[in-house]
C-alpha cells in the first residue's frame, strides 16, 4: 500500500523515541533518570481538577463551539489584554487540543506550498516537520552560543528569499531557554513588516523566566505588527497541563476565522470540561505558578553549580522554561552517540541535539525532582569524565 508523500517526508520524533525508551527501562526495574521529557514533573493544582471534576459531575460533556467555550475565549482574551498588552476579541480566539495544534492550524491556515519558513536553530523538534506537513519547506537558519542562540535581524534578512512566509519565534525558548528582549524583538519586528512577512509567536514557556528576564509579546509593538502576528500559548507548561491537551492561538480576524473553520472540519472543539479546567486556571489563584516557578528557579541554580563542575561541557545559562543545552563537542561525540552511551552505560537520559538541529548539543530537562538532578548529573560527571 501506497502512503502519501507528506508523511514519507516526517522523521520520528527523537525526544519522544528517547522518552519512550527510558520508560520501558524504567517498567522493567532499571533505575533510569530521565532528563528527557519536556514535561512538569508537579500534580495540575487541585482547583483547576476541580473545576473539570464539577463539570462532569454536572453533565458537561457534550459538543462545544469549535473554537472553544464562549467563556474561556474571553478569560484568554483578558489575560492576553493585562498580561501580554495584546488586545484580541475573543472571536479572534481559537482554542486547540494543545499548543502543538495551535502551532500546526496556525501554518495549516497561513502556508501554501512552496511557501518558506524560517526557523531559527536550535529549534522545537516539530517545528519542521509541521511545516513539511502543510507542504511548507522549512529554512533553518543556525545560531551559535555567542548570540545567546538569537536569531539576528541581519540573519533574518540572510535567510529570506522572495518565496519566504513566515518567522517562527520561540521564547522563551525550547530547547535553549533563549528569552528575547524587548530590543531584540522591535529590531526583528522591523524586518518583519519592511519584509511583509508574517510571525508565528510560540509562547508556551512565557511565565517560566528567570534573574529578571521579561517576556514580551512581539505582537504588542504596534498595530502594524499585531496583523502580522499568531500568538500562540496554553496551559500546560504553567499549569502543568500537559495531559489536559489545551492550546489556543490567537490571531489577526481574518486568519482566526479561517483556523475557525479548519478545526470545525478536523478536530471539532477541545475536551468540553477539561476547557472548564483551563477557565479556572486563568480565574483561579496564580500561586501555583509562582510555586512552580520557585522550584525551578532552585533546580536550576544546582544545575548550574554542578554542570561547572565538569569539563569537556559547556552551557549558555538559559533565561527561560526548564532546559539547559549543553554543548558536548569537546568530548568528540555526536549528540545521538553520546546519548545512547549515557544511557547505556549510567541509566541518564537525555535528548540528543540532534532532534533540535544542533548535533553538538544535548538537552536536558530540570522538570524533575532535586533528587533525581544530583543523582543523574553525577551519573553525567562520571560518563563524561
Not at 56 to 73: M, S, V
Not at 94 to 114: D, E, Q
Not at 175 to 200: F, H, K, Q, R, S
Amino acid at each position: 500500500m501506497e502512503i502519501s508523500e507528506r508523511v514519507e517526508k516526517l522523521s520520528p520524533s527523537l525526544t519522544l523515541a528517547v522518552d519512550a525508551k527510558a520508560k520501558a527501562l524504567k517498567a522493567e526495574g532499571v533505575d533510569i533518570i530521565a532528563f528527557a521529557a519536556g514535561e512538569p514533573d508537579f500534580d495540575t493544582p487541585e482547583h483547576i481538577k476541580a473545576a473539570a471534576m464539577g463539570s462532569l459531575d454536572a453533565g458537561f460533556t457534550k459538543y462545544t463551539p469549535a473554537a472553544g467555550i464562549p467563556e474561556l475565549r474571553s478569560a484568554i482574551s483578558e489575560k492576553l489584554k493585562a498580561d501580554n498588552n495584546l488586545d484580541y476579541e475573543a472571536s479572534q480566539i481559537i482554542v486547540t487540543c494543545g499548543a502543538k495544534h495551535a502551532c500546526y492550524n496556525a501554518l495549516l491556515a497561513t502556508i501554501n506550498p512552496g511557501d518558506e519558513v524560517l526557523i531559527p536553530a536550535p529549534y522545537w523538534t516539530s517545528y519542521p516537520e509541521m511545516v513539511k506537513l502543510v507542504g511548507g519547506e522549512p529554512i533553518i537558519v543556525p545560531t551559535t552560543a555567542e548570540s545567546g542562540y538569537k536569531i539576528t535581524p541581519g540573519q533574518f534578512l540572510e535567510y529570506m528569499s522572495p518565496l519566504t512566509k513566515m518567522l517562527i519565534l520561540n521564547t522563551p525558548g525550547n530547547p535553549t531557554g533563549t528569552v528575547y528582549n524587548e530590543n531584540e524583538l522591535a529590531a526583528l519586528a522591523d524586518v518583519a513588516l519592511d519584509e511583509d512577512m508574517l510571525i508565528l509567536s510560540d509562547e508556551i514557556y512565557e511565565k517560566l523566566v528567570y534573574d529578571g528576564a521579561k517576556h514580551v509579546s512581539i505582537a504588542s509593538f504596534s498595530k502594524d505588527i499585531y496583523d502580522k502576528v499568531l500568538t500562540i500559548n496554553g496551559f500546560s507548561k504553567p499549569y502543568s497541563m500537559t495531559g489536559w491537551r489545551l492550546g489556543y492561538v490567537a490571531a489577526p480576524k481574518n486568519i482566526a476565522a479561517k483556523i475557525d473553520s479548519l478545526q470545525s472540519h478536523s478536530t471539532s472543539n477541545a475536551t468540553s470540561f477539561a476547557q472548564k479546567g483551563a477557565l479556572a486556571a486563568y480565574k483561579g489563584p496564580q500561586d501555583c505558578v509562582e510555586e512552580m516557578l520557585a522550584e525551578y528557579t532552585k533546580r536550576r541554580a544546582r544545575v548550574c553549580e554542578i554542570l561547572d563542575g565538569i569539563t569537556n561541557l559547556s552551557y549558555v545559562k538559559p533565561m527561560g522554561a526548564f532546559y539547559f543545552l549543553v554543548d558536548i563537542s569537546e568530548t568528540g561525540m555526536t549528540s545521538t552517540k553520546f546519548a545512547e552511551d549515557l544511557l547505556s552505560e549510567e541509566k541518564v537520559a537525555v535528548v540528543p541535539g540532534l532532534a533540535f538541529g544542533d548535533d553538538k548539543t544535548i538537552r536536558i530537562s530540570y522538570a524533575t525532582s532535586m533528587e533525581n538532578i544530583e543523582k543523574g548529573l553525577q551519573r553525567l560527571k562520571k560518563f563524561v569524565s
